[in-house]
């Protein structure tokens, strides 16, 4: 029997490490265009444990950075906003929580956001404060309640959509419509 699987053994092919062309154009590390390049190498998740390990202070401050400005209460949507809103998607937005003070800022800058939602608050960075990304944001409020949503982890248990996933695609399209009609 022992003769018969070293045989069998000898005989399977042998596995061979991956080789991925990690040279690609020359970029200067830590630029755009370097971390882009890794991403179609290694993938998303290798990128952020390879940032991740480089970084893991900062990948500290990100995580309670999020997680704090999640604990905390922010505030309701503006009355006259919220009605427009609810007006425009034909929802309940009566328990969204805004949150928009300089830590909220912070934690969608170290996302790389202009603002993002997690259930049913929505973290509004630089630059975020505008209709049209609150309108994308409460479309994400509404998927969320509808249940789970794709997302890619970013290495710090943080899950992140990417632009191109149905989930935005959505948001996307469904701010433009509600924000056609007057």
């Known amino acids: 029997m022992r003769e018969h699987d070293n045989a069998e053994r000898e005989s399977a092919p042998k596995a061979r490490p991956v080789e991925t062309d990690t040279t690609g154009p020359a970029t200067a590390p830590g630029s755009a265009a370097h971390v882009l390049h890794l991403q179609r190498t290694l993938g998303n998740a290798a990128v952020a444990r390879m940032i991740g390990a480089q970084h893991s202070d900062d990948a500290q401050v990100q995580r ?67 209709n049209h990304t609150l309108a994308h944001e409460l479309t994400h409020v509404l998927q969320q309640r509808s249940g789970p949503v794709a997302g890619t982890d970013n290495g710090d248990g943080l899950k992140v959509s990417d632009p191109s996933d149905r989930f935005e695609r959505e948001a996307e399209a469904t701010a433009r419509r509600v924000l056609e009609n007057p």
């Open 64 to 130: 309670s950075t999020v997680h704090d400005v999640l604990r905390s209460p922010g505030q309701a949507l503006d009355t006259s906003v919220r009605t427009d809103m609810e007006a425009r998607f034909g929802a309940d937005f009566s328990n969204v929580r805004l949150h928009t003070d300089t830590t909220a800022q912070r934690s969608a800058a170290e996302l790389g956001a202009r603002a993002y939602t997690s259930g049913n608050h929505i973290v509004v960075g630089s630059g975020g404060a505008d």
